[in-house]
């Protein structure tokens, strides 16, 4: 069944891969063929100038009309994500689930929910994908299962069975209390006490989410004789969620620690475990994989050692700097745009891992609000700032990850009650704020509306007709009611389309090394509108610069860009030689025989 050949070296480190995939047949019959079978830059592997889709199927396309999406509705929008030029397709969790967490509680590692379907159209779609010439990478979740796994149902029937110790079992504190005061991601303790035996369990997540005890060796083997699992199926890498928290704070754990399992860090046990996994699943399996590892508080210098492709750890990382510097209190509470900051964390990340490492790219995701809501403008120049992060993203060094809708503009949605949402983590927050804590409804769910998750989690918008085109049925959550405008249909048919835009960059990134593989360099760093920086190519010759002016007025102030650089691509029509950047445009400039 596998379609691999011995093309794939066995066991070789990352670097001395040819950059080829001579085992994907080409994109026959599509207008991206010339970009994506033009000769990728070598020596470097296949995904250093790859881009990424993130499907979270139950929002993505539903084929049977029960109102969730599922692997029906992503066969069927195959030829639209080839048409996007993508390489990759990120699937958020498919696995048997209760659900509790959308599938990121998983109760059997080795099967498909039937609400998405069976293996056997799990294993046509990887054709399918196969055949236009894209790969699949699988959301690998591992730090925890469901509680109904089979595996925690047995260790936690006794305090002797055999896989007692696959989990984390704690007695009570001598004064009864649990056993430290950590906090689940979720709201509440992360610690619950289970009945049966009267002991606590450790969930950094929700209660029906158990997190699993990496330092048992028998739990590490059961993992990774899966993961091998899925590739003799033939998927082509893994997305690690939380990867970085299987390596508990082994002192922090029986101590009284305040705060939450989240903010401890990360064992030092982690990239012992990442090297045991990459040697027992990568390098004892043929093929050239992707590897993505999502790490909550992980540091540029933690990166570097996680993606230094000698150490044969993961192949990139996701952080969250990012993504959290515009928190106030908690993740509910956000602080106003602040686009300096961002320039400087961004640019960190990048210089940071020049030398060593690889970064991934995102700006959005299934867990984040939408990024034109929290980054641009998505009333006035929805438009204009989706396309301005696009380029601004997807200019820079790294493999860029488009999260579902993005490349229409898709925006947050504000609903009218608690009730309309479906997030587990909006709606404890919610209920703890309002029933605990006294808080005033009308401010945590605003709270709720600039950060909650489902902002991304509203299904996908593909026409103008019911539901948006994504289901039938009643929907599993309410669609964004600006479907009638925004949507996959009315966007390519527009002449400012934000899909055409993307597929200009991810071509850009198929074809261009110096976009591929450039230095980058933070231009104007303390402009409080401007985000500028400039790639430059290894040998010096070549150099783009971006411009972009992140803000509701025009910029009038000069742009670092030389006289005779020649403009590539915007995000609003040519105005000849005008240096002014009208509201959220973007251009990328090319600098020929650079100094
Ligand atoms: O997310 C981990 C994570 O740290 C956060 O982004 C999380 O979404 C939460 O908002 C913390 O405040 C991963 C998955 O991406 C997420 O969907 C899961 O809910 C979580 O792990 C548990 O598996
Ligand atoms: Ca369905």
Known sequence: MSRRNGDREHGSPALIHSGQRPELPTRNGTTMTDATTAPRPTPHPWWTNAVVYQVYPRSFADSNGDGIGDIGGIRSKLDYLAELGIDVLWLSPMYPSPQHDNGYDISDYRDIDPVFGDLDEFDALLAEAHERGMRIMMDLVVNHTSDEHAWFRESRSSVDNPKRDWYWWRPARPDGDRPNDWTSAFSGPAWTRDETTGEYYLHLFATEQPDLNWENPEVREAVYDMMRWWLDRGVDGFRMDVINLIAKNL???????????????????????????????????????????????????????????????????????????????????????DLVALKEILGRWQTELAETGWNSLYLGNHDQPRLVSRFGNDTVYRVESATLWALVLHLMRGTPYVYQGDEIGMTNVTFATIDDYRDIESVNHYREQVEQFDASPAAVLAGVHARGRDNARTPMQWDSSAHAGFSTGDPWIAVNPNYPTVNTEEDRAAADSVFAFYRQLIALRHTDATVALGRFELLEPQHPQLFAYARTSEDGTDRLIVVANASDEPLTDPLPVPAGATLVLGNQPATGDDPTLRPWEARLYRVGSAL
């Open 251 to 337: 002192d922090a754990i029986d101590g009284a620690d305040r705060g939450s399992g989240l903010g401890f860090g990360t064992g030092p046990q982690i990239h012992g475990f990442l090297q045991e996994m990459h040697r027992e699943v990568f390098a004892a399996h043929p093929g050239s994989y992707v590897t993505v590892g999502e790490m909550p508080g992980v540091s540029t210098a933690d990166a570097a050692l996680f993606t230094d492709p000698l150490r044969r750890e993961l192949d990139m990382v996701f952080q969250f700097e990012h993504v959290s510097f515009d928190h106030g209190s908690h993740k509910f509470d956000p602080l106003p745009f």
